[in-house]
DNA sequence: GCTATCCCGACCTCGCTGGTAGGATTAGCG
DNA sequence: CGCTAATCCTACCAGCGAGGTCGGGATAGC
C-alpha cells in the first residue's frame, strides 16, 4: 500500500475545487456531501493542502476553498507530498537521524558503501515522483468531467466529445 | 513508505546468496549474522521466497538455500511482489471485493466512470513495476560486489574495476 | 543419537491510520 | 445585535498491520 485514504480524499478534494469555478468558494460540507466523505476528517486534510498553499480559504458564512492556483500548474507530486508527508520507499529513507542501534538497513552503518537495496528503492522513488510530477490537477479534472457531464447532461454519448470547454 | 522491511531484508538476503556460489547451500544464520538481522524473522520472509520459486532449501546440518535461478533472470519485480504479497498504491487496489458500504474510493461505486484518482494510482503503479522489472538480482549483487572487494581484497580501488569475472 | 539446520504456527507489542468529539473563531445576514 | 454557516484546532479513540519472538517439530550429516 503506496498511499492512504488521505492522498486519496485530497485528491479528490482538490477535484472537486477545480471542478467547481475560482469565482464561488466551495464549503467543506458540499463536497463531503458530494463524495460521500466524512466531513470531520476531510477538515484535517483539507488542513494540509491549506499549509502547502494549494487551496485557500474564506472563514464565515458562505465561506470555503478554492484552489490557489490554476489546476494547470498544480502538479500531483506537490500534492501528494503536502498530503503524505513523504515519499519515502523505506524507513531509512525518511531522514539521517537513526540514532538508536536499530540495523533497519545497512544505508547507515554502511556508511554509504555497497548498499544496493539503496540503489533499487532510490531508483523507485526517483520513478514514482516522476510519474507524480508529469500529471497536472487540471488533467485529471479533464478526465473525471470528460466522463461525468455534470449530472444530467444528455449530449455528450461517448468519450470522443471534443469538450466544447 | 512503499516497502516493508520484509522487502528490504529479502532483498538483502537474494544478494547474499547470489554472492555465494550456487554450489553449496548457505545458512540463514550466516545471512543473519552477517546482514545483522533477526534470524527468526529472516525465516519467515525466506519461506516467502521459497513459495515463490525464488530459492530453494537443503535441509539437515550444513543445509541451508541457495537461488533457484541465475541472478540474471531474477527481476525485482517478482521478488517484491512475493515478498510484499501486492503492489497496490491504494487500498481499493488490491481487489474487487469491497462488500461492505465504506467508500474509500469511488472506483466501485462509480462502476468504472469518471473515477480520476483511479487514472493517477494507475499511473503510479505501473511506472513502479516498470522500475522493478528493469532491475535484475545480478545488477544488484553487482553493485554490491565492486564496492565491497570481499572484506579484504587490497585490489579494485576504484569503481573503474572491469568486474572480471 | 547428537546437532545443525529448515520449517511452522501461535503469540506479542507498538505506532499509525482513519475517524470522532467538542469546541473556538470568523463572517454574512436579517 | 444575535443567528448561523462555515473554517479552524486539539484531544481522544479503536483497529490493524508491521516487526519480531518463542517453542517446537522434521530432517539430515557425522
Known amino acids: 500500500m503506496f498511499f492512504t485514504t488521505k492522498a486519496e480524499y ?10 467547481q469555478g475560482h469565482d464561488q468558494p466551495v464549503s467543506l460540507k458540499a463536497v463531503a456531501d458530494g463524495e460521500n466523505l466524512p466531513l470531520a476528517y476531510l477538515e484535517r486534510i483539507v488542513a494540509l493542502l491549506k499549509r502547502a498553499d494549494l487551496v485557500e480559504s474564506t472563514r464565515g458564512a458562505h465561506g470555503g476553498y478554492r484552489l490557489a492556483r490554476p489546476a494547470q500548474s498544480i502538479a500531483m507530486d506537490e500534492v501528494v507530498l503536502a498530503l503524505e508527508g513523504s515519499l519515502a520507499p523505506m524507513e531509512c529513507f525518511v531522514d539521517d537521524r537513526n540514532d538508536d542501534g536499530r540495523v533497519l538497513c545497512s544505508h547507515h552503518d554502511d556508511s554509504g558503501r555497497g548498499c544496493a537495496t539503496k540503489l533499487l528503492w532510490t531508483r523507485v522513488q526517483v520513478g514514482v515522483l516522476k510519474t507524480l510530477a508529469d500529471t497536472t490537477l487540471a488533467e485529471l479534472i479533464d478526465f473525471q468531467t470528460r466522463k461525468l457531464p455534470r449530472a444530467g447532461d444528455p449530449a455528450a454519448p461517448g468519450p470522443r466529445t471534443p469538450a466544447p470547454a
Open 10 to 19: 485530497g485528491v479528490r478534494l482538490l477535484i472537486e475545487l477545480g471542478r
